[in-house]
């Protein structure tokens, strides 16, 4: 069925590295993709998006590549500071479709 | 600034009981969506309202309604409540229209609903 999911449950990086979350997505027809953080006890927060016309968008901190040919997607968050901790979400939306499905969260821990 | 506002932020009811969440959207943000989140579980979409009429709907239950009043809250009302309706139910809004493909959810804290 059409779902959006995360490869691995939990990831340990070490402060000020380079943390990757990936994510793979199953409906071709999905065209808008994002990034959600949520911290513990709060609601999912906005990180970043990217459309399916582009490969790369990035923010402050955070850069998102999209290859649609393998339907992947990722996160990439530099010089990773422990206010980073939380779980992520990447989510996905098709044109013309109000929702936005979420994926399977991945668990960001932070490494003193 | 103003954020989403959810009540009650806790809830807690004996099985077959009913329960109503409300949520208050961002001022001017007309679009107002319902997720629900078992623990250690991804958002599940419910359903969504776009002015006050319904736009989307998903996995939810037929034991659970919803509606977007003349002033944009909403409210989930759940009947029958089951074991496993115990979650937390996350209400989000957005100043786009419904459909025109944007990421920008502001989410509430959440209602989190113990079914005992």
């Known amino acids: 069925g059409e779902s959006v999911g995360l490869h691995l449950p939990t990831l340990s990086v070490q402060e000020g590295d380079n943390s990757i979350i990936n994510c793979a997505y199953s409906?071709?027809?999905?065209?808008?993709f994002i990034w959600y953080k949520q911290e513990s006890g709060k609601g999912p927060q906005f990180i970043i998006d990217?459309?399916?016309?582009?490969d790369k968008r990035q923010g402050q901190r955070v850069t998102v590549l999209l290859n649609k040919t393998v339907k992947h997607l990722s996160l990439q968050i530099a010089a990773t500071q422990p206010g980073d901790s939380a779980v992520y979400f990447c989510?996905?939306?098709?044109?013309?479709?109000?929702?936005?499905?979420f994926g399977k969260g991945t668990r960001l821990h932070i490494l003193p | 600034a103003a954020g989403v506002i959810q009540s009650p932020r806790h809830l807690i009811k004996e099985k077959r009981e009913t329960a109503t969440l409300k949520c208050y959207p961002i001022?001017?943000?007309?679009?107002v969506y319902w997720y629900q989140q078992g623990p250690g579980q991804d958002p599940q979409f419910l359903i969504s309202?776009?002015?006050?009429?319904?736009?989307d709907k998903g996995s939810i239950p037929d034991r659970f309604s919803a509606q977007q009043f003349s002033d944009y809250h909403s409210e989930l009302n759940m009947s029958s409540l089951e074991l496993g309706d115990s979650a937390l139910y996350f209400c989000?809004?957005?100043?786009?229209?419904?459909?025109?493909?944007?990421?920008?959810?502001?989410f509430g804290e959440g209602s989190r609903l113990t079914v005992l």
């Open positions: 989000a809004s957005s100043p786009d229209k419904a459909g025109t493909n944007t990421g920008e959810l502001f």
């Open positions: 409906n071709s027809a999905s065209d808008y």
């Open positions: 990217i459309r399916s016309n582009m």
């Open positions: 989510a996905e939306n098709e044109m013309g479709d109000d929702k936005i499905i």
């Open positions: 001022p001017r943000h007309d679009t």
């Open positions: 309202f776009y002015e006050k009429m319904q736009s």
